[in-house]
């Protein structure tokens, strides 16, 4: 596609479910990178990668949090046992090359844990 | 953390009118980054300001980077409904890092 895409775009989980978040970023963008965004502020970083490769995973609240690109293309974000201060909008961007290059968001996925 | 405050963090003005948003750190930033994002959407690159001093305009938007690197402002001229939106700057340190934010509300 032309875009990033994200899905599910949105999600209801109960609280103890596990879910798993996909996103599908531009073709040839080696940097992707993993956002957490509560409403009506700006994204927190969770991870980042280069290819396959995790570099960075610092932002990432708690091991409950997982996130894989084992192909260099496409990535999942994991959350296991949800739990209620998860819910929020997990953005996903890709860019062309290295750190620092303009980043292409996707729409978000929208969590709700009840 | 968020190491960029943002202010004002609602702003809701006529259009017609100009205002101004504006992005503080304590740290030093090789560059500072605008987007803007609209509900249900990601956020989209505006401009990117490299250099202390810089000023770049686009359309009716004039983005500045501090001398220092450490501040940015984004000022908006003749402001029209389609400017609507929330406004984030961001920045690149060890990790990526984005302001706080500014949600903007132009009314017709």
């Known amino acids: 596609g032309a875009g990033v895409s994200q899905s599910p775009r949105y999600k209801v989980a109960k609280r103890g479910q596990d879910v798993a978040l996909r996103c599908d970023p531009i073709?040839?963008?080696?940097?992707l990178f993993w956002y957490q965004q509560a409403l009506g502020q700006g994204p927190e970083f969770l991870t980042y990668f280069q290819n396959e490769a995790q570099l960075d995973k610092s932002g990432l609240p708690s091991d409950r949090f997982f996130a894989e690109r084992p192909e260099g293309s496409v990535s999942t974000l994991k959350i296991q046992r949800t739990q209620q201060e998860d819910s929020a909008v997990y953005l996903c961007a890709s860019s062309l090359a290295l750190w620092g290059d303009e980043q292409f968001f996707g729409p978000g996925t929208r969590l709700t844990v009840l | 953390t968020q190491l960029l405050e943002q202010s004002p963090q609602f702003l809701s003005i006529q259009e017609g009118e100009n205002l101004t948003v504006y992005c503080n750190s304590s740290s030093v930033f090789s560059s500072l980054q605008w987007y803007r994002q609209e509900p249900g959407e990601g956020p989209v690159l505006l401009v990117t300001?490299?250099?202390?001093?810089e000023v770049k305009k686009l359309k009716r938007l004039t983005f500045q980077f501090g001398d220092a690197r450490k501040d940015s402002s984004l000022h908006i001229t003749a402001a029209q409904p389609g400017d609507t939106g929330l406004y984030l700057c961001?920045?690149?340190?060890?990790?990526?890092?984005f302001g706080t934010g500014t949600s903007l509300t132009v009314i017709p």
């Open positions: 073709s040839g963008h080696v940097s």
């Open positions: 300001v490299v250099t202390g001093g």
């Open positions: 961001a920045g690149a340190r060890n990790q990526f890092y």
